[in-house]
């Protein structure tokens, strides 16, 4: 299986990562924040203008998407076919599942918020499986029932979700400096 050929290239370079070489993708982690409210922003200003038909509002979030398109050519450097509208829309459902879990957890449904949490995390990984080359388009289209196991270490197997959960948790060290 290819993928898991990267996959272990990956891990490769992560444990040299752990030994002091550096990987740091954390500016690339904020970015994708930022890319994240983004979205969110350009569908706010979509609905004022809809709400209001002040035609104001459209031409922000035409200045807002542009920006957005810069900043996010930062993080997806070479991609074909769908990845780069694939790659948005996971920010965007990673960043709507995660607010929708923040006001479910100030309701004080603790058990479904962090479940909103969880499958955002996973929206979130799978962005960076993609755009790090560790999972290919059609595997990031695919359920966790469907073939999905990769070897994260030796006779272990886990899914797509937790291989790359595991993954981008030792890329993406944010308090590496």
């Known amino acids: 299986m290819e993928t898991n050929k990267e996959v272990q290239k990956l891990l490769a370079k992560v444990k040299a990562a752990e030994k002091g ?74 960043m709507r599942l995660m607010e929708v879990g923040t006001k479910k957890l100030g309701e004080g449904k603790r058990q479904e918020a962090q479940d909103l949490f969880k499958n955002s995390y996973k929206l979130w990984n799978m962005f960076w499986g993609l755009n790090l080359g560790l999972i290919e388009t059609v595997d990031a289209m695919k359920t966790e029932q469907e073939d999905q196991e990769i070897n994260l270490e030796k006779g272990k197997k886990a899914s797509v979700f937790d291989s790359l959960g595991k993954i981008i948790q030792k890329i993406l060290d944010c308090c590496r400096e």
């Open 21 to 94: 070489e550096k990987l740091d993708l954390s500016a690339n982690e904020d970015l994708s924040i930022a890319v994240m409210n983004l979205v969110a922003i350009e569908e706010h200003l979509f609905f004022s203008g809809a709400k209001t038909g002040n035609s104001k509002y459209y031409d922000l979030l035409n200045e807002v998407r542009e920006m957005r398109k810069e900043l996010l050519k930062k993080i997806i450097k070479d991609y074909q076919g769908e990845d780069w509208c694939i790659s948005k829309h996971l920010l965007a459902s990673a």
